[in-house]
């Protein structure tokens, strides 16, 4: 057999088996789905000319890779088969290195999706995490390492969740006593909450702190951000974190690192029981967002997520300029709101976010 029949096989072999787990699936909802036969994938990249599905095992080792073929109005999709909840995934986006105009696809680079409902993993700083030449400083000159190990990663869940009628007591504004505060600061330290709690959302919907709320006479509290969110490297550095959270990742994850129940999915349940608790108790949750920027910083920041799946649609550029960014928040980046998809995306997010019922009830006045 020839080298060329050799690969012609292979590659052959690889279709035939992306035949078998890949179905067309939806483009909608955005995101990771989970259905009977497995699991729908759905993407926005407008200029990728090729989406890469990566899986991963418990240890963080890439063991998949499929090819979405489908593409619905810039939306690539796809269902696989077999794949359920606690899966953890990303993305590699093939497209054109052209940081003059705007362009910065780098398929070395694993990414977040954009639309991920819990995220697994933190960031090595040290690693191979930008899409450009970090040695030289040059922007436009592209890095060809994989940054799979340094990065976090998206996680299936399960969606289900038994709210048990639960529904947010709606107080009115004007009777409204709002009560800010940090999910990780209000119990870390808190003796009446056991230990294993402290700092969670499971130790702010305790028993204790539900009724030190009632005692204040509060009608509400304040989420300082709860999206998930990274540490700058240069806190690394000095061996501190991130604590007030306005460095986003993802706009549909809760943070990972205010869970007592892991990152690959617990997360999620976690928060939910935490706002049946509160609402049980007559407390409304509200949630501090920043949508305005991501962690991603300008044109010499890391490529975790949007920069990486369409960098010309998620972010605001300098006119006549798209190598450089509009910096209207001071983070070095500005989400490009003026785009459908991206106001989309906020919205989904805002809607995620909000009680069902509430939805429901106001869609009925």
């Not at 078998?20 to 989970?34: D, F």
């Not at 890391?302 to 369409?310: D, T």
Request: proline share 5%; with cysteine.
């Amino acid at each position: 057999m020839t080298v060329l029949e050799a690969f012609q096989t292979a590659e052959s072999a690889s279709l035939h088996k992306e035949d078998r787990i890949l179905l067309p699936g939806r483009p909608y909802p955005l995101g990771a789905t989970v259905h009977k036969k497995g699991t729908n994938f759905a993407i926005f990249s407008q200029d990728a000319t090729r989406v890469e599905l990566c899986l991963f095992d418990s240890d963080g080792k890439e063991t998949d890779s499929i090819a979405l073929r489908e593409r619905s109005a810039y939306v690539w999709h796809g269902l696989v088969r077999d794949i359920k909840p606690g899966q953890v995934y990303g993305y590699r986006i093939h497209g054109p290195w052209e940081p003059d105009k705007g362009h910065r696809f780098n398929h070395n680079k694993l990414l977040v999706d954009p639309y991920a409902k819990a995220i697994s993993g933190s960031v090595d700083w040290k690693a191979p995490i930008f899409p450009y030449d970090l040695e030289s400083g040059d922007d436009a000159r592209l890095d060809e390492r994989d940054s799979a190990m340094s990065v976090p990663k998206s996680v299936v869940i399960d969606n289900e969740f038994d709210w048990g009628g639960d529904c947010a007591p709606e107080i009115p504004l004007v009777d409204s006593v709002i009560y800010e505060v940090h999910v990780k600061g209000f119990s870390i330290r808190n003796p009446m909450v056991p230990e294993k709690l402290r700092g969670t959302y499971a130790g702010l919907a305790h028993e204790s702190s539900i009724n030190y709320f009632k005692k204040l006479g509060i009608t509400a509290v304040e989420l300082l951000p709860i999206h998930h969110f990274i540490d700058e490297g240069h806190l690394l550095d000095k061996g501190l974190s991130d604590y007030w959270g306005y460095n986003t990742l993802g706009y549909f994850a809760p943070m990972s690192r205010y869970s007592s129940s892991g990152d690959r999915g617990g997360q999620v349940r976690e928060f939910k029981e935490m706002v049946k608790a509160l609402h049980a108790a007559g407390i409304e949750v509200i949630l501090d967002v920043v949508y305005n920027h991501t962690c991603e910083g300008n044109h010499m920041g890391p490529m975790l997520s949007w920069k990486g799946v369409c960098n010309r649609t998620y972010y605001r550029t300098v006119e006549g300029d798209p190598r450089h960014y509009m910096d209207y928040t001071g983070t070095g980046n500005t989400l490009n709101v003026r785009n459908p998809q991206v106001l989309k995306m906020l919205m989904d997010s805002l809607r995620y976010w909000l009680p069902k019922c509430t939805l429901t009830d106001s869609a009925s006045i």
